[in-house]
Nanobody, 124 residues
Framework: QVQLVESGGGLVQAGGSLTLSCAAS??????????MGWYRQAPGKQRELVAT???????NYAASVEGRFTISRDNSKNTLYLQMNSLKSEDTAVYYC????????????????WGQGTQVTVSS
C-alpha cells in the first residue's frame, strides 16, 4: 500500500525558514512516481496548490510562494522536498504532499496518493 509521510513542519517566526520532506513508500520497482506536489490548507480555507515537480524536474509554483519556496525531489529515494524561506504568517497551514503513482510500461492512468499533512505555523 502506497504511503506518503510528511515531516519537517513546526513553529517558526516570520522571516524564518523550514524544510518539509515527503517520503513515498509501499510500492515496488514496477511502479513509477510521476508528478509530485505540495498543497496547503489554512483554517477555513480550501486546499490550494503550493508547487509541483515532474519526474524530469520541471517545476510550477503558486504566485504567492514564487521566489520564496523551492520544490525538489530525489527520484532514487522517492522523496519530495519543500524549502521554505522568508516565511510569512499567511503561510500558516497544514501542508500536504501528493504523488502520482503508475505501473511502468502500461497504459494505466496514474493514481494520486496523499500524505496525512504536517502543520506549519508562522508567528508574526
Amino acid at each position: 500500500q502506497v504511503q506518503l509521510v510528511e515531516s519537517g513542519g513546526g513553529l517558526v517566526q516570520a522571516g524564518g525558514s523550514l524544510t518539509l520532506s515527503c517520503a513515498a513508500s509501499g510500492f515496488g520497482s514496477i511502479f513509477s512516481v510521476r508528478t509530485m506536489g505540495w498543497y496547503r490548507q489554512a483554517p477555513g480555507k480550501q486546499r490550494e496548490l503550493v508547487a509541483t515537480i515532474t519526474r524530469g524536474a520541471n517545476t510550477n509554483y503558486a504566485a504567492s510562494v514564487e521566489g520564496r519556496f523551492t520544490i525538489s525531489r530525489d527520484n532514487s529515494k522517492n522523496t519530495l522536498y519543500l524549502q521554505m524561506n522568508s516565511l510569512k504568517s499567511e503561510d500558516t497551514a497544514v501542508y500536504y504532499c501528493n504523488a502520482q503513482v503508475v505501473p511502468v510500461n502500461t497504459g494505466f492512468s496514474p493514481v494520486v496518493h496523499w500524505g496525512q499533512g504536517t502543520q506549519v505555523t508562522v508567528s508574526s
